[in-house]
């Protein structure tokens, strides 16, 4: 699976910003399929992802409420709906995908396989 990361960039807090994730290569089918991010200076962590086949989402506990991530399926397409962004989110996104994953495993940055390039998000105060 190929994925493109793309819709970084600056935005104000309190704003909003759309990511997108083009994914090629495989039929998704039975794929889950999300997002990371990484800080400067911090590890990556997970912050939403869905299962492909069910769009069953799930959050970290740091942009639920703010954030919404859904799918296209006939495009091939993950988005990222980011409102009311904090400067703490500032950080580089990444989407990722893996097959089979159960539900339980979808925040586990180690269970994915796939990873796209990244796009920065900066959001300033």
């Known amino acids: 699976v190929q994925l493109q990361a793309s819709g970084g960039g600056l935005v104000q807090a309190g704003g909003s910003l759309r990511l997108s994730c083009a994914a090629s290569?495989?039929?998704?089918?039975?794929?889950?399929i999300g997002w990371f991010r990484q800080a400067p200076g911090k590890e990556r962590e997970f912050v939403a992802a869905?299962?492909?086949?069910?769009?069953?989402?799930m959050y970290a506990d740091s942009v639920k409420g703010r954030f919404t991530i859904s799918r296209d399926r006939a495009k091939n397409t993950l988005w990222l709906q980011m409102s009311s962004p904090k400067p703490e989110d500032t950080a580089r996104y990444y989407c990722?995908?893996?097959?089979?994953?159960?539900?339980?495993?979808?925040?586990?940055?180690?269970?994915?396989?796939?990873w796209g390039q990244g796009t920065l998000v900066t959001v300033s105060s």
């Open positions: 869905v299962k492909w086949s069910t769009s069953y989402p």
């Open positions: 290569g495989r039929t998704l089918s039975n794929y889950a």
């Open positions: 990722a995908s893996a097959q089979g994953l159960i539900t339980s495993s979808l925040p586990n940055i180690d269970s994915y396989k796939f």
